[in-house]
């Protein structure tokens, strides 16, 4: 585990996050407070953001999560015949 200050750490940010990435702890401080950590991954963790990113979503419940998984897209249904969709436009417009 080591300790940087926040100066150095801005102008050596790219060597702190191999650091981190290779599995060591780094201590951010600020005025020789702790105010922040970088750590290594969890075991679980994608190594794309993206996934990541969607995986924290679906923990917070903004999304949920497939109950199932296939590769073709789910068949859309439609609401209403287009026809019909562009006459209503058409009045809409018309009242204009």
């Known amino acids: 585990m080591r300790a940087v ?15 981190a990435a290779s599995g060591e702890t780094i201590l951010v401080t600020d005025r020789e407070r702790v105010v922040a950590e970088l750590v290594p991954p969890g075991p679980a963790r994608s190594p794309l953001a993206a996934d990541a990113m969607l995986a924290q979503a679906v923990r917070r419940g903004w999304l949920t999560a497939p109950t199932v998984v296939t590769s073709d897209p789910p068949q859309g249904i439609p609401v209403a015949k ?12 018309g009242d204009r």
Not at 5 to 19: H, I, M, S, T, W
């Open 82 to 93: 287009l026809r019909d969709v562009l006459a209503e436009l058409d009045r809409d417009r």
């Open 5 to 19: 200050g926040l100066k150095v750490l801005k102008n050596k940010l790219a060597e702190y996050v191999r650091l």
